[in-house]
């Protein structure tokens, strides 16, 4: 947490300075309205204390000012007694609470702490309203180990990542999980598809606008670069933008400041930016589409997704994954119906093989999915020459089902390996429910 005190009394600055760094809180400290203006125009702060009685610019002057410029930050008023009612007119100006000197500074302590938590829980609620919401990686193949490993790394800095790969393959959940290992994952995830935005809202949608700016404007909005705080902000599809925003999206990554439309000055930003494409970036900026100094900030740490085809052993978890998420009633899946699913080429990645999972779920008459409920065809025409397990003639699917429950198997081992047996966190690893791994334990006599 970090606080900006702003006080004309030096000794209540440096206590309170002093009390807040022993609960680990940072502080910055300010002898006036017009130092702490600097100060809110250049940091972000978790929050300000604010003495209502200041040299010059007053407290409530401070406070109007960042209600003007949309900075989010709670405030905290400081009054004496002869100034409640001072302090009520501060409330309603937007304060988000107020203390009478003297006091103890365990309250400030616990006070901040509800108004930060509060706010953070805000920003959640209206990130997860106005984003998309996906769950967590699957597979234990080498390539997913080695992509798992690199991931770690990555979550462990602030780098700039961008995430590439084929249609379908994961790039939203790699980015949240780049986002959830990393130490701000009590931050919001916001995520945004660039290529899902009119080209007229989108940089209203990003940087937020002023009431008035334009037509329709009735109020101010906060963008989604103001909205993830100090977490994460996903561009999906970052190959789609406009060449115009991409100057300005440039600028924000640049000086880490942006400017609403309409607006008139600068708010610094802290977020993490990832942004995701399954297009060749180094081409569109050959063909003048993508601009190459765009390119180089966003390609600081580079994560390539490999296709599904390239890792089939991965199947049968996503697939068990897969059935438990799309639905409540008792499913498994067959071997041979397993062993079509490893013939296909999967031209859409995970993405069609959920989407040939919930229309067999749809078909299967019982409690298990055999091949006759799994339709290749509805998935890709173009792509119905799919290749066969070595040795098998096309439309034969029965596979070697030694080597489809061993693969499944050596995973499940794998993760409770991992996790020092802990069940619940394999599962987690591997991305499936408590009550499906305890099945598959039981029924591998693990």
Known sequence: ????????????RGSLKKYLSLEHIDTVESESGETALAFLEKENFDAVVLDLKLTGMSGQEVLEWMQKQGIASPAIMISAHGEIADAVNALKAGAKDYLVKPFDPAELVIRLSALVENKRRENLIEAERRTSRKGGMLGRSRVMQELSGRIDKIAASDATVLITGESGTGKEVAAREIHRRGKNNDEPFVAVNIGGIHDGLMESELFGHEKGSFTGAVSRKTGLFELAGRGTLFLDEIGEMPM??????LRVLQERKLRRLGGVSDIPIS??????????????VKEGRFREDLYYRLNVVRVSLPPLRERKEDIPLLASGVIAKKTSRPCNISDNALAKLCAWIFPGNIRELENILERALIYCEGNVIRPEDIDLHETAPEAAAYSVLPGKKNQEYQADERSIKEIEKQAIVDALEHCGGNRTKAAEMLGLSRKTIFNKIKAYGL
């Open 1 to 12: 947490m970090k606080v900006l005190i702003v006080d004309d009394e030096k000794n209540i």
């Open 271 to 284: 977020a993490r930016i990832i942004s995701a494409t399954n297009q060749e970036l180094e081409a569109l």
């Open 244 to 249: 115009a925003l991409q100057v300005k999206l």
